[in-house]
């Protein structure tokens, strides 16, 4: 079931998978072929299974799949299709902004593999917008599945007396075997800035927008040179549509503001730094802007005065003075952190919250964070550092390495989140299972005699 569950979550993203190997080629000097024998193999409801579409799932995962992929391929497409189904029917979509996350992001990649956007716009004979609308296109459909799938799945509760039965009807050599795991507490100080830096960062930003409005510099240009957004700066600044709550307020305020996309806003701090912003567009609920981010130049005498506090700060605690759970709700500067004794949490897979970490996990959060935790002896206090915030800031940090889970198999007491994952996920699965069995009962479902002679995990499609 998991490997069913792994194929159909790459099947997903099939399409966009197609355009990733079509764009490795390019890197390679391989052209693509310009003439392509095509057939409908399968048809589930009104939505057509293609030879291309087969093809290119076993070009790129013919190694990874276990069975004939002629069999196994197109039942897993054929799932895709039912998920699609039921999303139009149910009404489930994946927003605007959530597939325009996606799509620059796997656009900035092809860019990069590519060499520049004009190379990539050569080879595949369309401009990059003809290329994003295409991709909009395919990552709609793959994010619209899986949300579907969470659909059917969300309602699903595991209790405490589940998971103990699961546990105790488990095979030893079966339980899972968990990596070494830490949990950490950080005490943040943010660096001050002084005024003239930040008068100086306005009167920069004030310039850019003047130039914009007059038309002297384009402000995608201007973005392009300056922007300290690196995820839209290669875009002009250009940002997905996004509503109100997924921005941060300060930001939302003066974009929705906006009317006029000849004008640019006036500068407006956030907890990222300083921006302009310029209207692109506005669609319903979402809106849709560039903007230049900068942020103030922190000075290396600032960011001593900050690492020497936090060494009193944990000379302090190493004494007695006060806790480090005291300390980090009182001085630090975190505030995502220090309403909860400056203990640093990771949501899984599940959307549950964990504060444990794998140390590759807590190395993807801050590579600083990491490597200086690593070094560290339970209950021990780190040397004051510097690390980039979620943010993108530059802060001073303290760390103490609150606990350190050597790996061993699971264990009710010790990992009762993982094994409650586990039963989640199996419960999940067994649902879905029952779901697609009875979905083939009610949809019209054609295989061509040739790609019949299969031994399909859901018997039901031929009927």
């Known amino acids: ?30 052209k693509a072929q310009s003439h392509i024998i095509d057939q409908v193999v399968w048809v589930v409801g009104d939505e057509a299974i293609l030879l291309s579409d087969v093809e290119g799932v ?13 069999c196994v391929i197109p039942e897993q497409l054929a799932i895709q299709k039912l998920f699609l189904h039921q999303a139009v029917i149910d ?26 956007k004009e190379k990539l716009e050569e080879y595949m004979r369309k401009s990059i917008s003809q290329i994003r609308e295409d991709l909009f296109e395919q990552y709609k459909d793959k994010l619209t599945a899986e949300k579907m799938r969470e659909q059917l799945t969300k309602d699903i509760k595991i209790t405490p007396a589940e998971v103990r039965r699961y546990f105790k009807d488990l095979p030893e050599d079966s339980l899972p075997l968990i990596p070494t795991q830490v949990e950490v507490q950080i005490l943040v100080q943010q660096p001050r800035i002084p005024q003239e830096e930040i008068d100086r960062v306005k009167g920069v930003l004030r310039d850019y927008a003047e130039r ?6 384009s402000f995608a240009t ?34 929705f503001g906006l009317t006029d996309p000849k004008k640019v806003s006036k500068v407006v701090q956030s907890e990222f730094g300083y921006h302009i912003i310029q209207l692109i567009d506005k669609r319903g609920d979402k809106v849709k802007v560039r903007h230049i981010l900068m942020r103030p130049n922190v000075a290396q005498g600032d960011i001593d005065a900050s ?29 995502d952190t220090r309403n909860n004794h400056g203990i640093v949490s990771n949501r899984t897979e599940t959307g549950d919250r964990t504060t444990r970490f794998e140390m590759g996990q807590l190395a993807a959060v801050s590579p600083e964070l990491a490597r200086v935790v690593d070094g560290l002896e339970v209950g021990e206090i780190s040397k004051p550092f510097t690390m980039v915030n979620s943010k993108g800031a530059t802060v001073c940090a303290i760390a103490r390495l609150k606990t350190r889970i050597i790996s061993h198999r699971a264990s009710m007491s010790e ?13 999940s699965e067994e649902y879905i299972a029952r779901w ?6 009610n949809t019209y479902i054609r295989i061509n005699e040739d790609w019949r002679d299969c031994e399909f995990q859901y018997p039901g499609w031929v009927k």
């Not at 914009?212 to 510099?217: D, E, L």
């Not at 509503?243 to 003066?254: I, Q, T």
Request: aromatic fraction near 8%.
């Open 1 to 30: 079931m998991k490997r069913t569950n792994a194929i159909i979550r790459f099947l997903m993203a099939r399409r966009a998978t197609i355009l990733s190997l079509t764009f490795l080629l390019i890197a390679s000097g391989v």
């Open 58 to 70: 076993r070009n790129d995962y013919g190694a990874n799949i276990s069975g004939n992929p002629y």
């Open 91 to 116: 009404s489930v979509d994946a927003t605007d902004a959530e597939v325009n996350r996606y799509v620059e992001q796997f656009l900035n990649d092809r860019i990069l593999m590519a060499g520049s």
């Open 212 to 217: 914009a409005s007059n038309g002297s510099t």
């Open 222 to 255: 201007l973005a392009r040179l300056y922007s300290q957004d690196e995820e839209c700066r290669r875009q002009g600044g250009e940002m997905p549509y996004y509503g109100r709550g997924e921005l941060d307020p300060a930001f939302a305020n003066v974009a």
């Open 307 to 335: 690492l020497a506090r936090l060494d009193s700060i944990a000379d302090d605690i190493r004494s007695g003075t006060f806790t480090f759970d005291e300390g980090a709700q009182a001085i630090s500067d975190d505030k």
């Open 415 to 427: 990992d009762f989140q993982v094994l409650k994952d586990m039963v989640q996920e199996k419960k």
């Open 436 to 441: 697609i069995r009875e979905k083939q009962k």
